[in-house]
DNA sequence: AAAACGGGGAC
DNA sequence: GTCCCAGTTTT
């Protein structure tokens, strides 16, 4: 069963994947672990554009780690999952100057780099030097979920391991690479989270869960999803052609991007109410300012709260000193990397103050 | 073992 | 709204 399993994968791969990416079929440890990072929780259409500018920007990893940190964050704005790209250019670095620019080809030492998990080490080893690492993804966990009928949840400790020991023993001798990119494809293209092709389907006649009508009901998560939501009033605060902004270094989300001043509160409030609050006080303290005016709410769906944030426009006539916070040039925004909600304010905001 | 961490697309 | 995506790190 399991022989048939990895025969008639490897079969669909030679005459039924069709599927191109950029990075497919690459053998540079280079390119492959960029597009590896950059593919973590993240759909291939979305990851796509992404690789082929850092790809264009920096197409060494020599390049890479000599590259300002800021223009790297820049150039991952809006991908999400920030603490992905401080550790990318982390481990661009420790390859310059720990391993003299060769890219490590074991599957431990793969894994030792920052941002380098189980998952990332086997692709790069098998994808690169062909080494005998099963990759297990969202896509394994799917695909052998189905096929072998295993509903023990994927996000226990007992699931991962048993699909992690399922997994390698299905990986062909002397063929990782090829195994683990037919089973990834597979997994995106055929037996998808929804509405799999089942009728289609080149692994239909073994597939136990397709026999027993439970596809739909597999692979088995857990964990439920709590919610929260916040609200974000951020103070667009200008004085002549300067702007007031900060980088964001608490453990919160958008770590490393930069804002505005930002006022949060557990429940949405006005303006007028914001203003008489001891934040925002605390923050202007005696500093003559005029509101120019307040955006609309700009809502944001991230995968555990909601935050609503409005931005409120203000002008100071005297130079402010606003503790945490600089000042820079309107123009020199385009140097700092900004979260999603932020990059829309600017470019929808219709205010026409930038 | 559980929580935190973005953004987008499909339904 | 819900699910989930070529997962990893921190708590």
Redesign the pocket.
Known sequence: MKESFTNALLEWNQNGNTRA?P??GEKDPYRIWL??II????????GWAYYEKFILNYPTVQSLAAAPEEAVFRLWQ??????RCK?MLAAARQIVTQYHGHFPNTYDTIQSL????????A?IASFAFNLPHAVL???VF?VLSRYFDIDTPID??AGKKQFAELAQELLPHGQSAAYNQSI??F??VICK???PSCTTCPLSSGCKALKLGLAGLLPV?T?K??IKKRYFHYLVLRYKKLIYIRKRTE?????NLHEFILIETPEPVDTASLQASAGFREIFGDIRYNIDGTSADFK??????TIHSRFILMTAAQKPEIQGYMAIPEQDMDNYAF???ITDFLKKGKLSLF
Do not use: C, F
């Not at 593919?39 to 979305?46: C, D, F, G, M, N």
């Open positions: 990416m990075w497919k597009s590896e593919l973590q929780q993240t759909r291939v259409e979305q809006g991908l999400g999952y920030y603490a550790n920052k941002g380098i998990g189980p998952y990332t080490a692709a993804d969202g896509n799917r226990s400790t990834m494809d997994g995106a989270p929804q509405q998560k964990k999803l709590v453990n919160d989300i958008w770590q944001q769906q991230l995968t555990h709260q979260p999603k909600t």
